[in-house]
């Protein structure tokens, strides 16, 4: 039985993990967080919800629709209408927040949590990935999915050299941060319909009513995703300090007295605005070594989704 592990399990690892254990692969997927799904992350606040990662993802791909048409039917995600918003395209979302599309994925297959790779060694019948943990895990290739910069140290401190695509690759990746607040609101927003804003310039990149998208009935919340430009001037500052500068911008739909209490997260690697154009990457090792992700082809949910399935049909017809 031929084997792999992957290395980040957010949308393109576990749909790699998918398509290669639909061919009966040994799959192990490995992943440093407390949960899967990367920036399809929902955060609960008190009995509530609130998205702070991807707020919605297109469906434009024969195999990512099929999936979306299977959870559409289990009611796991549905349509958002933003063409109010100015989104004339339809997108969709997780009807319980995002998380649960990872979540659903992520059944059946094999995944350590809280294990960060540190290491890829070459053995004499595949390779080995050492974790900073101290677990060893082995198998006849490797699927990076993690952020470039990410993957960049774990290849130069396992000693892999890159080929030339590799080399493209990294040259062609850059990724934005984002800071993103999650507030919690004793009454309903302002914010209009249908729940989505959408900002061209200044500090504020996007604002989400929860509420209104439908993942939050019970009470509502915003997510308000910062410019790249002000969430990189604020990164490494008082997290708490940035947020509040975000809401005071946003009174008039937002009131200080409506917000209960506010969280602050930091993505690092939040948004490849340039990205590698092919959907992976293929590295020079002596074991089948390939590096996809959202930085990578489509860029995004669906792309993701796309890095991945395209590298496991790589592997199931080289191997």
């Known amino acids: 039985m031929n084997s792999c592990i992957i290395i980040g399990a957010g949308m393109a690892g576990l749909s790699a993990a998918h398509e290669l254990a639909k061919h009966s692969w040994e799959v192990t997927l490995l992943d440093k967080g407390r949960g899967v799904g990367g920036r399809m992350a929902t955060r609960r606040i008190d009995n509530t919800r609130a998205d702070h990662g991807a707020q919605y993802f297109s469906v434009r791909t024969p195999e990512f629709r099929q999936l979306i048409e299977?959870?559409?039917?289990?009611?796991?995600?549905?349509?958002?209408?933003?063409?109010?918003?100015g989104i004339e395209h339809p997108r969709y979302f997780g009807t319980n927040g995002m998380s649960?599309?990872?979540?659903?994925?992520?059944?059946?297959?094999?995944?350590?949590?809280?294990?960060?790779?540190?290491?890829?060694?070459?053995?004499?019948?595949?390779?080995q990935v050492t974790t900073e943990a101290g677990s060893t895990y082995s198998a006849d290739a490797v699927i990076l999915t993690i952020p470039a910069p990410q993957a960049a140290i774990l290849l130069q401190?396992?000693?892999?050299?890159?080929?030339?695509?590799?080399?493209h690759a990294f040259a062609a990746i850059v990724y934005q941060p984002c800071l993103a607040v999650l507030a919690l609101l004793k009454e309903p927003s302002k914010v209009p319909a249908p729940g989505l804003v959408k900002f061209e310039e200044g500090d504020i990149a996007?604002?989400?009513?929860?509420?209104?998208?439908?993942?939050?009935?019970?009470?509502?919340?915003?997510?308000i995703h910062a410019s790249p430009e002000f969430s990189l001037a604020n990164l490494?500052?008082?997290l708490k300090q940035a947020g509040q500068k975000l809401l005071d911008q946003l009174t008039d739909w937002i009131p200080a007295e409506n917000v209960g209490e506010y969280q602050v997260h930091r993505w690092r690697y939040s948004l490849a605005d340039m990205r590698s154009p092919e959907p992976f990457a293929a590295l020079n090792t002596p074991f089948p070594l390939l590096m996809g992700g959202d930085g990578f082809g489509m860029g995004n949910v669906e792309g993701a989704f796309q890095s991945g399935l395209q590298m496991a049909r790589f592997l199931e017809s080289s191997i």
């Open 100 to 127: 649960t599309i990872p979540k659903y994925l992520a059944k059946d297959l094999n995944i350590k949590l809280q294990e960060r790779a540190t290491l890829i060694e070459s053995e004499e019948k595949g390779c």
């Open 236 to 238: 490494e500052g008082d």
């Open 70 to 85: 299977r959870l559409e039917a289990e009611g796991i995600v549905e349509a958002w209408d933003l063409e109010e918003a």
């Open 206 to 223: 996007t604002v989400t009513d929860n509420q209104q998208k439908g993942i939050a009935p019970e009470q509502p919340t915003v997510t």
């Open 157 to 167: 401190d396992s000693q892999l050299p890159l080929n030339e695509a590799g080399e």
